[in-house]
């Protein structure tokens, strides 16, 4: 039974990822082969990263923000504002 979901989002790359989910996309791509030998079932999850984000926000009871130490100021506002918007009731922590 689970309890809870708890999300974890990269701030140097979760709003970005967000607002431009072809940026997300190429970085997948660039590793596609490499997750379809581990899991054939990965392949067909890479075809839409900004439905996933969203999801995986949408569906948390809690948000880790993680990465600050290397996210700029803006990327680190910019991400907790997407997640503000997908999921308005999570906590977020950084």
């Known amino acids: ?7 974890v989002v990269d701030a140097s790359t979760f709003g970005k990822d967000w607002l431009d989910t072809r940026q997300a ?13 581990h899991d054939a079932k ?6 839409n990263v900004g439905q996933l984000l969203a ?4 569906w948390a ?3 880790v923000v993680n990465k ?4 700029s100021a803006e990327e680190v506002q910019t991400t907790e504002a997407v997640v503000r918007a997908l999921n308005s ?6």
């Open 1 to 7: 039974e689970v309890k809870r979901v708890v999300t």
């Open 25 to 37: 996309q190429e970085r997948n791509e660039e590793r596609r082969d490499e997750i379809a030998a």
């Open 42 to 47: 990965n392949t067909a999850r890479l075809e």
């Open 55 to 58: 999801e995986q926000v949408e």
């Open 61 to 63: 009871d809690a948000i």
């Open 68 to 71: 600050t130490d290397v996210a």
């Open 89 to 94: 009731k999570a906590p977020i922590q950084r």
